[in-house]
């Protein structure tokens, strides 16, 4: 396995989030993935008024990586407005976690990590084909 350019999984992240709609919470996120056959695809967050309804940048990535013809998370990075790490929120692990490939990582505020690191015991697919 080819080693992780981080510095443009960070870049992509962060132009991702300079396009997020926050008009609510004024808190903008930005993520990216690379993904195991060489692309990145990016997301930003985006409010509603209904606040319940907001796509977070994870969401919005995943969304733009299924249009572009799908693939498998090898490496993933979240930034704020600063250009700081984020962690995904947990809804968003689990979001990660179903589209991620076996050897998935994520930059953290603690430096990188394994997927099942930050969502130990996690339920996914494997789960639902165990019990038909």
């Known amino acids: 396995?080819?080693?992780?350019?981080?510095d443009v999984l960070h870049a992509a992240?962060?132009?991702a989030m300079t396009n997020a709609?926050?008009?609510y919470s004024k808190f903008p996120v930005g993520a990216a993935a690379l993904l195991t056959?060489?692309?990145v695809v990016s997301g930003c967050n985006v409010e509603n008024a209904s606040y319940g309804l907001t796509?977070?940048?994870e969401c919005?990535?995943?969304?733009a990586m299924a249009m572009g013809?799908?693939?498998r998370i090898r490496a993933f990075y979240c930034?704020?407005?600063a250009g700081s790490v984020l962690m995904p929120c947990g809804r968003c692990r689990q979001l990660l976690y179903e589209f991620r490939s076996e050897e998935m990582v994520l930059m953290t505020s603690h430096g990188i990590k394994t997927i099942n690191d930050v969502l130990p015991d996690a339920f996914g697919p494997e789960n639902l084909e165990k019990n038909p």
Do not use: N
Request: contains cysteine; negative net charge; proline residues 4%.
């Open 79 to 81: 930034v704020d407005a």
């Open 37 to 39: 056959d060489g692309r």
């Open 13 to 15: 992240a962060t132009a």
């Open 60 to 63: 919005t990535m995943v969304g």
């Open 69 to 71: 013809g799908g693939g």
């Open 21 to 23: 709609y926050v008009p």
């Open 55 to 57: 796509l977070c940048a």
């Open 1 to 6: 396995m080819e080693s992780i350019d981080w």
